[in-house]
Each structure stands twice: as structure tokens, then as C-alpha cells.
């Protein structure tokens, strides 16, 4: 991903912000339990598939520029916003992910990561103790790309998607830095 650059959203970059929000597939759901103190959970396929899209966001980007509570990363490919990121120090001590989101042609190449690592380096730089993030249950690939970057399902909301009833479960994602974490 040598071509792909990183960008600290600017106000020439405002009109692209919402560019990488493309739709992405439903092939399942994570089906969480909690027994011991730790949240495990069992996937479950979807016979039929399909793809959805989140609206763009209608938000004043200028909120996230030059701020030290918070932040927008575009990834560029060239002149073509194809990624981006969008972090807040939460109360927690945490950075809070509101948005990540690639490109439908450019996903499985590393851009996600690469926005990870740079939200990873920012939280850090903050002096907070991890990234943590919310995902829909019945979004299955994002889940499987949290797991698989270091994150752990910490907890379930079924009340917050209450005015919204195609979504069962709100699930919430943590990547601790530290060890010594009392964390699954």
C-alpha cells in the first residue's frame, strides 16, 4: 500500500470525507453470550446474503480539525479519498472509533489496518489506555476484522438500536494496550 497516504482531514478534504462510505455485505451475525465474566460468542451464516449502507454522515467536519479531542484520517490514493477513520477521546480514557470505513474496491489491501495503526498511534500520543468501538451483530466481516486486529467483544447493548428494528444487538469492541488489563 506504498500509494496510499494518510491525511489529517483538512478543509480542502471536507467535500471526500464521506467518499469511502460504500456498502458493505451482511453474511451473518455474531450470536454473543456472557458466562463467567467473558463474552464469547458463536457466528452464525446467513443463507441469504446482502449489502446495506450507512447515510452519510451530516456533521460539521470542521469539529475535527486542529482539535486535541479528536480526529479524522483519510487514506488517498492520490487526489481519491478511499478510507477513512474517525476517533474521540471518550470519558474512559479510551479512543473512541465513531467511523472506519474503506472503499468497497480497495478493501483486503491493508487500508483498514493502516487506519488502525494510525488511530492506535494517536491514542496513544493521548496518553489513553485503547481504541474501542461498536459494531451492528449481524455485521459479521467488520467483527471478524476487529477480532482479528487485537480487539475483544467487551460488551452487548440490546436497548441501543431500539428505534432502529432491522438491528438486533449493538456490540462493543475494546483493544487494550496495556497488559495486566483484566480483559478476554
Same mark, same amino acid.
Given at each position: 500500500?506504498?500509494? #496510499?497516504?494518510?491525511?489529517?482531514?483538512?478543509?480542502?478534504?471536507?467535500?471526500?470525507?464521506?467518499?469511502?462510505?460504500?456498502?458493505?455485505? #451482511?453474511? *451473518?451475525?455474531?450470536?454473543?453470550?456472557?458466562?463467567?465474566?467473558?463474552?464469547?460468542?458463536?457466528?452464525?451464516?446467513?443463507?441469504?446474503?446482502?449489502?446495506?449502507?450507512?447515510?452519510?454522515?451530516?456533521?460539521?467536519?470542521?469539529?475535527?480539525?486542529?482539535?486535541?479531542?479528536?480526529?479524522?484520517?483519510?487514506?488517498?490514493?492520490?487526489? +481519491?479519498?478511499? @478510507?477513512? #477513520?474517525?476517533?474521540?477521546?471518550?470519558?474512559?480514557?479510551?479512543?473512541?472509533?465513531?467511523?472506519?470505513?474503506?472503499?468497497?474496491?480497495?478493501?483486503?489491501?491493508?487500508?483498514?489496518?493502516?487506519?488502525?495503526?494510525?488511530?492506535?498511534?494517536?491514542?496513544? +500520543?493521548?496518553?489513553?489506555? @485503547?481504541?474501542?468501538?461498536?459494531?451492528?451483530?449481524?455485521?459479521?466481516?467488520?467483527?471478524?476484522?476487529?477480532?482479528?486486529? @487485537?480487539?475483544?467483544? @467487551? *460488551?452487548?447493548?440490546?436497548?441501543?438500536?431500539?428505534?432502529?428494528?432491522?438491528?438486533?444487538?449493538?456490540?462493543?469492541?475494546?483493544? #487494550?494496550?496495556?497488559?495486566? *488489563?483484566?480483559?478476554?
Amino acid at each position: 500500500m506504498s500509494r #496510499i497516504q494518510l491525511n489529517v482531514l483538512n478543509e480542502s478534504l471536507i467535500n471526500q470525507v464521506n467518499d469511502a462510505n460504500d456498502p458493505f455485505p #451482511i453474511i *451473518g451475525r455474531i450470536i454473543p453470550s456472557y458466562m463467567n465474566g467473558e463474552w464469547t460468542y458463536v457466528e452464525e451464516l446467513y443463507d441469504n446474503r446482502k449489502e446495506i449502507s450507512f447515510p452519510d454522515d451530516q456533521i460539521d467536519w470542521r469539529h475535527y480539525m486542529e482539535r486535541d479531542n479528536r480526529v479524522v484520517y483519510l487514506a488517498m490514493d492520490n487526489d +481519491e479519498c478511499v @478510507g477513512q #477513520i474517525r476517533l474521540v477521546k471518550d470519558w474512559n480514557r479510551f479512543a473512541y472509533i465513531e467511523n472506519i470505513a474503506v472503499k468497497m474496491t480497495y478493501r483486503k489491501q491493508g487500508i483498514g489496518r493502516m487506519l488502525l495503526e494510525k488511530a492506535e498511534r494517536w491514542a496513544k +500520543e493521548k496518553e489513553l489506555i @485503547g481504541l474501542s468501538l461498536e459494531a451492528q451483530n449481524d455485521n459479521l466481516i467488520a467483527c471478524r476484522f476487529y477480532r482479528k486486529e @487485537g480487539f475483544h467483544l @467487551g *460488551g452487548v447493548d440490546t436497548m441501543k438500536q431500539h428505534a432502529n428494528p432491522q438491528i438486533d444487538l449493538t456490540l462493543y469492541w475494546y483493544k #487494550i494496550f496495556e497488559e495486566g *488489563g483484566n480483559h478476554k
